[in-house]
């Protein structure tokens, strides 16, 4: 078993809105510690010879956070529940989370602000490089095309009087391939199908 906790800065309540939740509330520039933020999570790996992980996260935190430590004059606070996995059986690799969010002062937010969200997803890929190909500074290299199903609702739960955005419920379908060259470095590409509109996404990932 492993576990982390952390104090972190908090979100600004004031960008929360129906279809974006409260994805636009990150302090882009300078995090602010006015309404700080507790979070933490557990891995726990249940079995000694299997690849499996199962994982319990939280976030509790306050919602008044400017950027720039800018007051935005906003009470109440923000809880996020979550559960993961990952599990490996030999090429083939799972991954899913479920996440609830529960937002106290959501009508004194405004703009379609839910008192709850909630969301999941589901991939599976395959682990294809070569054993041929792993040489060198690509000795721990993959190959892994990938398809995922997320579905998730930032209107799940509106305050009493506050008429639910039907927009907010959305699902999506992906399918890519993650090429990590090594444990700290990724190359991404992916095509998603969704309710909004299509798109085709490049991307690379570090750990540092």
Do not use: C
Request: aromatic share 12%; proline share 5%; glycine share 14%.
């Amino acid at each position: 078993m492993n576990y982390q906790l952390y104090v972190t800065g908090g979100l600004d309540g004031s960008q929360f809105d129906d279809t974006n939740g409260i994805r636009d509330g990150r302090n882009k520039e300078r995090p602010s510690l006015n309404d700080p933020a507790i979070s933490g999570r557990i891995d726990i790996y249940p079995f000694k010879e299997s690849d499996l992980r199962l994982g319990l996260s939280s976030y509790a935190g306050g919602l008044n956070n400017g950027n720039k430590g800018e007051d935005p004059g906003i009470s109440g606070d923000i809880l996020i529940l979550s559960t993961d996995f990952s599990w490996r059986i030999r090429n083939l690799i799972l991954n899913g989370a479920i996440a609830h969010e529960s937002i106290d002062g959501a009508y004194e937010i405004g703009d379609g602000t839910a008192e709850e969200i909630f969301g999941w997803y589901l991939e599976a890929g395959l682990s294809l490089m070569p054993e041929g190909w792993k040489s060198g500074k690509l000795k721990e290299a993959d190959l892994i095309p990938f398809i995922r199903y997320d579905d998730y609702d930032t209107q799940y739960s509106m305050p009493g009087g506050v008429e639910k955005n039907p927009d907010g419920d959305r699902s999506e379908v992906t399918v890519g391939l993650n090429a990590p060259l090594t444990p700290q470095f990724v190359l991404k590409a992916d095509y998603r199908f969704n309710d909004a509109g299509d798109s085709l996404n490049f991307g690379a990932g570090f750990v540092f």
